[in-house]
């Protein structure tokens, strides 16, 4: 069974700019869940959509949004980059992100903005 | 709001030396707590669940036990390989889901030949 995957790997963008970062599920799970990493902060949660809907939200600024299709891949995007938005993006899934599941993480995209 | 952290931040053993990594959290009411392996520039892979109603798991060569009652979890490595080398990171949620982790800080594991 394939797992997790992130496109793009990497990506380079000036500030002011927006990007769109892709997931993909294992097959099967309908639980998205997405993450960013910084050196200085770690891993931070920043959303989780199941069945199309967000579920849960952690504590970013409006600029950081995400959206589920019907096939659960998700997408998340962040509008007017600033340069402290640089980090390892990092999404992971699961059947429906019961309290007895193991969350499986994609390899992530690195995100650089200049 | 719940903090994870982890001692040491980092630590170099020789090879086939058994070791532990700690972790320690402020909410004694997380529910579940995770250990996960990460290589660099990688994503994680996750090594041991920990439910809230149990005390220890096992998978091979680790071992992960969550004591709430003090707000601590380690995770156990028997006789390192240089293979075991990575960033270790604990994280516990709480509630009846597992999609929401709040993660430590990792600990940087370099195992030497």
């Known amino acids: 069974k394939a797992g997790v995957t992130q496109t793009p790997r990497y990506l380079i963008k000036t500030r002011g700019q927006q990007v769109t970062l892709s997931c993909s599920p294992i097959?099967?799970?309908?639980?998205v869940s997405w993450y960013q990493q910084t050196p200085g902060q770690g891993l931070q949660f920043l959303f989780e959509?199941?069945?199309?809907?967000?579920?849960n939200k952690g504590n970013f600024p409006g600029r950081f949004s995400g959206r589920q299709f019907s096939n659960s891949r998700s997408e998340m995007n962040v509008s007017t980059l600033e340069l402290g938005d640089s980090a390892l993006y990092l999404c992971?899934?699961?059947?429906?992100?019961?309290?007895?599941?193991?969350?499986?993480f994609g390899p992530g995209t690195r995100l650089l903005v200049l | 709001k719940q903090e994870v952290t982890q001692i040491p931040a980092a630590l170099s053993v020789p090879e086939g030396e058994n070791l532990v990594l700690n972790c320690s959290f402020t909410?004694?009411?997380?529910?579940?707590l995770q250990w996960f392996r990460q290589d660099p520039g990688k994503g994680l892979t996750s090594l041991l669940l920990?439910?809230?109603?149990?005390r220890e798991q096992t998978s091979g060569r680790l071992n992960a036990s969550l004591d709430k009652s003090s707000g601590r979890s380690t995770l156990y490595i028997a006789a390192s390989q240089p293979g075991d080398s990575a960033t270790y990171l604990c994280?516990?949620?709480?509630?009846?889901?597992?999609?929401?982790?709040?993660f430590g800080k990792g600990t940087l594991l370099t195992v030497n030949p």
């Open positions: 994280a516990g949620t709480k509630g009846g889901s597992n999609y929401k982790l709040t």
């Open positions: 909410d004694s009411a997380i529910y579940n």
């Open positions: 097959s099967g799970h309908r639980s």
């Open positions: 959509y199941f069945s199309e809907t967000q579920r």
């Open positions: 920990i439910q809230s109603s149990q």
């Open positions: 992971a899934s699961s059947l429906i992100g019961g309290m007895t599941e193991t969350q499986y």
